[in-house]
């Protein structure tokens, strides 16, 4: 008999297909009656392909008595509840390293476009204001003379740093702790390091510990002429303070990929100047896409033939088998 699965959120096309031809699969959020699926399936559920933001919390699990393995689909995993999941001996895995450099890429668009005004100057030209107005105001400001501050020099935060060498931009770095191989000099904490830099690039993951790491503590010491780019959780920045401190002109222009209570975006934001919003679009190429879903799904079948997925998360680590 093929395992069965229970997908959460909404998978994509390659993941519903491949899903489709290895197992018995059930999609709880598009179930006319989510109750009576968990009431029919639930009992002999043993993996959950997880998508989005909809939380695997405790009280799911408590649905799934046979769950064996949570495969998230996204790097970032702190929608899983993966205390309880350990709590249970149920394994979670991933999707690093496959979107990498996609949403490296992303991170320095944005950036540029933060700096450089880049939506709004289009928006001049799309409203014929070129024609009537003559050309978009001089930016107040540049890439040139910059440097850049990561918080987070994971793998995403190594792609950004070598991008930004590239560009001539000093790098600068907080994480918990120093990276044993990198020359960048490391601050011990955010405002530590927002207090050294003009340009603040967020790539740390969410979750408690994280929230609200960058305040207006940090929005003071990164200074009037600072940008603050989010590409790693919105739940990191405190969203209202950050509007109240761009009115303030206590920091420069913002760029941000990832809000607090998506698809939600804190009004404030959207009629400020120097400020780009971008919809959660880090990863979200066809190709990057598709990586992550062969992946996530690379982790069941592994499970399931009875090998090491290849991604598990630290806090649910899997002995090789
Ligand atoms: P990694 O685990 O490789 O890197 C995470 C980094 O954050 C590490 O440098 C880690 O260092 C640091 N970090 C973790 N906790 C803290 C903390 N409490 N304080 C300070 N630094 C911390 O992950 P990736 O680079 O692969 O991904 C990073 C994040 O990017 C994901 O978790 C996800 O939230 C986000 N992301 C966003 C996307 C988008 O579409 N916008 C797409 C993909 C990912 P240390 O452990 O030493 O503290």
Redesign the pocket.
């Known amino acids: 008999m093929l395992p069965t699965i229970l997908t959460t959120g909404r998978p994509n096309a390659l993941v519903r297909a491949r899903l489709a031809s290895a197992f018995d699969v059930h999609h709880l959020d598009e179930a006319p009656d989510r109750e009576a699926l968990l009431a029919a399936v639930g009992p002999r559920v043993r993996g959950l392909a997880s998508t989005g933001h909809a939380g695997v919390g405790a009280d799911l699990m408590d649905r799934l008595p046979a769950l064996e393995i949570v495969a998230h689909f996204?790097?970032?995993y702190d929608p899983v509840d993966v205390g309880a999941a350990a709590a249970r001996g149920v394994v979670v895995t991933n999707t690093?390293d496959v979107?990498?450099e996609e949403?490296a890429d992303t991170a320095f668009g944005l950036l540029l476009a933060t700096v450089r005004e880049l939506s709004a100057a289009e928006g001049w030209l799309r409203a014929g204001r070129w024609e009537t107005d003559g050309p978009y105001p001089l930016t107040r400001g540049s890439l040139r003379g910059r440097s850049l501050g990561i918080?987070?020099?994971?793998?995403?935060?190594r792609a950004i740093a070598r991008r930004a060498e590239a560009f001539g931009l000093p790098v600068a770095y907080?994480?918990?702790?120093p990276v044993a191989d990198v020359a960048h000099p490391w601050y011990p904490s955010a405002v530590d390091l927002a207090a050294a830099v003009d340009t603040l690039m967020i790539?740390?993951?969410?979750g408690a510990?994280?929230r609200h790491?960058i305040g207006p503590a940090v929005f003071d010491a990164l200074g009037p002429e600072g940008v603050l780019v989010n590409?790693?959780?919105g739940s990191v920045v405190d969203e209202a303070g950050l509007v109240e401190a761009l009115r303030a002109g206590r920091v420069l222009a913002a760029g941000l990929?990832?809000f607090e209570d998506e698809p939600r975006v804190h009004p404030g934001l959207l009629d400020l100047p120097r400020v780009v919003l971008l919809p959660?679009?880090?990863?979200a190429s066809v190709a990057t896409r598709d990586a992550m879903g062969a992946l996530q799904v690379d982790n069941l079948e592994a499970w399931f033939a009875g090998r090491t997925p290849p991604t598990p998360v630290p806090e649910t680590p899997v002995p090789a088998r």
């Open positions: 996204g790097v970032g690093p979107l990498t949403v918080v987070g020099l994971g793998r995403i935060g907080h994480s918990r702790r790539v740390a993951p969410g510990e994280t790491m590409v790693g959780r990929d990832v959660h679009v880090g990863s």
